[in-house]
């Protein structure tokens, strides 16, 4: 069965510095893998999606993460930290042809003016 | 278009009570999914509705807890009795259904068991 971990509940950046959020996915057939964000007292919102059409993968917010077959990862970064960058972030996984969507435990970002 | 409409926001209640939870999924989504969200498990998937027929619901923690989809725009999900450990966020989203599509979620419905 496909999962999704992710390394490090919780993650402090400085404003203006590189985040770096950590998802390795697990799965036995050519996964899509999403990350998403949840803020305060919200649902959760799709940041960014990967389809096997490109292993870089552009979202919204200045986010992006890279597929890496070979190291089973699927990162999401961004090069400058905002304050409103502050929320939890979920990486998922779905397998293809299937709905059902699994979630990894969530990291929580903390942006330090 | 309005989003998917959970109701209530928050729903606080004594332990044995039945809770019931509502949800609109967007107009011409196919799948409806419903989410638990604790601190200590994260997200788990509770069940998952496809063209308003259940398709997995292995998620779901016991008998205590059902969930029905009526019509394509309107799912509940049902807690009788309620217990303290049933305290968390429940989500619900919905999908177009095509397959590999991101999902949609409502606010959550915040519930407290006491």
Avoid at chain 2, 28 to 38: A, E, I, K, M
Wanted: hydrophobic share 35%; with cysteine; aromatic share 12%.
């Amino acid at each position: 069965a496909q999962s999704v971990t992710q390394l490090g509940s919780h993650v402090s950046v400085s404003e203006g510095a590189l985040v770096l959020l950590r998802c390795n996915y697990s799965s036995s057939v050519p996964p899509y893998l999403f990350w998403y964000v949840q803020y305060p007292n919200q649902g959760l919102q799709l940041l960014l999606k990967y389809t096997s059409a490109a292993t870089l993968v552009k979202g919204i917010n200045g986010f992006e993460a890279e597929f890496k077959k070979s190291e089973t990862s699927f990162h999401l970064t961004k090069p400058s930290a905002h304050m409103s960058d502050a929320a939890e972030y979920f990486c998922a996984v779905i397998q293809g042809g299937y709905q059902k969507v699994t979630f990894g435990i969530g990291t929580k970002l903390q942006v330090i003016p | 278009d309005a989003g998917v409409i959970q109701s209530p926001r928050h729903e606080v209640t004594e332990m044995g009570q039945e809770v019931t939870l509502r949800c609109k999924p967007i107009s011409g989504h196919n799948s409806l999914f419903w989410y638990r969200q604790t601190m200590m498990r994260g997200l788990e998937l509770l069940i998952y509705f496809n063209n308003n027929v259940p398709i997995d619901d292995s998620g779901m923690p016991e008998d205590r807890f059902s969930a029905k989809m009526p019509n394509a725009s309107f799912s509940t999900l049902k807690i009788q009795p309620s217990e303290p450990r049933d305290s968390a966020v429940y989500f619900c989203a919905s999908s177009p259904g095509q397959g590999n599509e991101k999902l949609f979620f409502g606010s959550g419905t915040q519930l407290s068991v006491l």
